[in-house]
C-alpha cells in the first residue's frame, strides 16, 4: 500500500512567494496532521484534519498560514506571503482514528525561502 | 502539561556495542501513547514502536528492545549489537488525547561507526 505522499520534495523560493505544500494521506487514514521541524523548535504540530475538518490549528504560527482538506485524499498547507523563518521541513502524517493511534509520516517537503 | 525530555542530544557508539537512548515523559492524563520514531539522514519519519499506557511489558522486536516504566515515567529504547545502518536521530513522542497531537522529544541523534 502507498504511504502518505507529499509533493513537492524539495522547494526554493523567495520572501513573499505564495508557497503550496500538498499531501494526500494513506487511503482510509481519518485523520490528517501537518508538523513543522526546525532545528530551534524540534518537531511541532501545526494542524489537525479529521474527516476533513479542521479540528485545532492553535500550532499554525501566524495568519499567513493555512490548511485545507477539500476531500479525504488530499490536503495543503499554504504559506502566503512567504518569509526566511518560515524555511523549515514540513511533513504530513496521517491515522486511523485519531492520534492514539499511531500516525505515518510523508517524506517531508524541505522548504527554503531566500 | 505534556511533555517528552530526551536528554541525550547525540550518542557516539562502535559498531556491534549496545546502546540505551532515554526517554522521560510528563502528562497528568491516565490514557495515552507512548512512541518512537527514526528519522535517518534521507529524513523520513519511520515509526517503530507504540505502547499504551496500560501495558507496561518490555517488547522486543530483532535487535529492539524497549523498557516501559510507570513509576520513573520512562520508555527508554535500546539497540543491540549496533549497526552503521542504525545511525539516525531518534525521537520519543506522547499522545494523550483522542485528538492526536503529538509531542515529540528533541531527538537523540545515534552515530554508530565501523
Known amino acids: 500500500d502507498a504511504g502518505v505522499i507529499q509533493s513537492p520534495r524539495h522547494e526554493v523560493t523567495e520572501m513573499g512567494q505564495e508557497v503550496t505544500l500538498r499531501c494526500k494521506p494513506i487511503s482510509g487514514h481519518d485523520y490528517l496532521f501537518w508538523y513543522r521541524q526546525t532545528m530551534m523548535r524540534g518537531l511541532e504540530l501545526l494542524i489537525y484534519?479529521?474527516?476533513?475538518?479542521?479540528?485545532?490549528d492553535s500550532g499554525m504560527p501566524e495568519d499567513r498560514f493555512s490548511a485545507k482538506m477539500p476531500n479525504a485524499s488530499f490536503s495543503t498547507l499554504k504559506i502566503q506571503p512567504s518569509e526566511p523563518r518560515d524555511s523549515a521541513v514540513y511533513f504530513c502524517?496521517?491515522?486511523?482514528?485519531?492520534?492514539?493511534?499511531?500516525?505515518?509520516f510523508g517524506p517531508g517537503t524541505r522548504l527554503t525561502v531566500l | 502539561a505534556q511533555k517528552v525530555t530526551q536528554a541525550q542530544t547525540e550518542i557516539s557508539v562502535v559498531e556491534k556495542e549496545d546502546v540505551t537512548l532515554d526517554c522521560v515523559y510528563e502528562t497528568r492524563d491516565t490514557t495515552y501513547y507512548l512512541f518512537w520514531y527514526k528519522q535517518p539522514p534521507s529524513g523520513e519519519l519511520v515509526f517503530l514502536i507504540r505502547?499504551?499506557?496500560?501495558?507496561?511489558q518490555n517488547e522486543i522486536s530483532g535487535r529492539y528492545s524497549w523498557n516501559f516504566q510507570k513509576s520513573t515515567s520512562s520508555f527508554n529504547f535500546t539497540i543491540t549489537a549496533s549497526q552503521v545502518v542504525d545511525s539516525a536521530v531518534y525521537f520519543c513522542a506522547l499522545s494523550a488525547n483522542q485528538g492526536g497531537k503529538l509531542i515529540f522529544g528533541q531527538g537523540t541523534e545515534l552515530s554508530v561507526k565501523p
Open positions: 502524517a496521517s491515522s486511523l482514528a485519531g492520534g492514539l493511534n499511531t500516525q505515518y
Open positions: 505502547r499504551n499506557s496500560f501495558d507496561e
Open positions: 484534519f479529521n474527516n476533513n475538518v479542521p479540528i485545532d
